[in-house]
């Protein structure tokens, strides 16, 4: 039988590049890797589709897959809910293709408590505080108030990450191509 394929945990700071670098890898490699669709209930951005970037749902639907046991993981983050659905995960993971998890720090915590999904973590940093927050608003998706909610969040996401032992690597999104670099060539290698 073949091997499962692997699971790879992206996390950092809203804002850091998770997004703009999980695109490229996606382009680059398309046979290799498939992105794990979240269920959340935050409204969908300008160019966001149903289904791609996440299934967008109600409070009370999103309750009902939690009640059922649907998600491998979630948690609340900025005032919305997210998880992950074992059902996210098995679609990519069937087609023999690694999965791509991009989620906040409760979710790590939930996700390492499952060995069984043999996931390596990765963790996507800024540069700065100060460069993190130019992108976020760079980004023009966000209200002030979504800003701020963030912004705290992601101090506490940088904090976390310094807990020794929680990542196997640890990425400064600085400059966008060294990332990618560093990003794609220690990806490929779970692929071996
Ligand atoms: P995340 O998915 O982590 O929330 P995004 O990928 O949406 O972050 O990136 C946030 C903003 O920062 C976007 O406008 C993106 O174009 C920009 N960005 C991403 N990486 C870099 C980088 N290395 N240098 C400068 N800007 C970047
Ligand atoms: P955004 O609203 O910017 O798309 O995502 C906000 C935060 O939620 C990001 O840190 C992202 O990684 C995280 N996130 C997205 N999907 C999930 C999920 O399924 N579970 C958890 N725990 N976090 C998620």
Do not use: W
């Not at 959340?40 to 309750?63: I, L, S, W």
């Not at 979710?107 to 996931?119: F, T, Y």
Request: proline share 6%; net charge neutral.
């Amino acid at each position: 039988m073949a091997p499962t394929p692997p699971v790879v945990v992206l996390s950092g700071p809203s804002g850091t590049g998770k997004s703009t670098l999980l695109k490229r890898l996606f382009a680059e490699h398309p046979d290799s890797f498939g992105f794990s669709v979240s269920h959340t209930t935050r409204a969908p951005r300008a160019g966001e589709t149903d289904g791609v970037e996440y299934h967008f749902t109600t409070p009370e639907k999103f309750q009902e897959l939690v009640n059922s046991n649907a998600f491998i993981e979630h948690a609340t983050f900025a005032g919305r809910s997210y998880g992950t659905s074992l059902a996210a995960v098995r679609d990519v993971t069937s087609k023999g293709r690694a999965c791509i998890l991009d989620i906040e720090m409760e979710g790590v915590k939930q996700v390492k408590k499952k060995p069984e999904l043999n996931a390596k973590f990765v963790f996507v940093k800024p540069p700065s505080v100060e460069e993190l927050e130019k992108r976020l608003r760079g980004r023009g998706t966000e209200s002030e108030e979504a800003v701020q909610k963030r912004l705290g969040q992601a101090l506490k996401e940088l904090e976390f990450a310094e807990t020794p032992g929680i990542h196997d690597k640890i990425i400064v999104n600085g400059d966008l191509d060294r990332a990618y670099k560093e990003l794609d060539e220690y990806i490929m290698a779970q692929l071996k």
